[in-house]
Nanobody, 124 residues
Framework: QVTLVESGGGLVQAGGSLRLSCAAS????????MGWFRQAPGNEREFVAA????????YYKDSVKGRFTISRDNAKNTVYLQMNSLKPEDTAVYYC?????????????????WGQGTQVTVSS
């Protein structure tokens, strides 16, 4: 069993930045690939970014490329999502997800463990 706890969400103006963190416990963190997803009201949960077990490989949703950066610190059992140049359309609940494999997935069904989510609101 893996427990994931997100933090770092909040209210920010368009063009601003936020850094989300997700702390993992319950399993060797370096055995997990990690992902970030988001869900806006009335929408399905969508993929945002993912990272493999070592941090050597990442993948992003097209609309966040160049603005968001996913990274991990295996010594701290934490994955991060640095979000810059935020837009109102980035407003959503952001979820951290983990899968007990070295490689990541861009699909919701590919992840076994989920955090409770953290709200990100971008005002125009």
């Amino acid at each position: 069993q893996v427990t994931l706890v997100e933090s770092g969400g909040g209210l920010v103006q368009a063009g601003g930045s936020l850094r989300l963190s997700c702390a993992a416990s319950g399993r060797t963190f370096s055995s997990l690939a990690m992902g970030w997803f988001r869900q806006a009201p009335g929408n399905e949960r969508e993929f945002v970014a993912a990272i493999n077990w070592s941090g050597s490989s990442t993948y992003y949703k097209d609309s966040v490329k160049g603005r968001f950066t996913i990274s991990r610190d295996n010594a701290k059992n934490t994955v991060y999502l640095q979000m810059n140049s935020l837009k109102p359309e980035d407003t959503a609940v952001y979820y951290c997800a983990a899968r007990p494999r070295g490689s990541y997935s861009i699909f919701f069904i590919g992840y076994d463990y989920w955090g409770q989510g953290t709200q990100v609101t971008v005002s125009s």
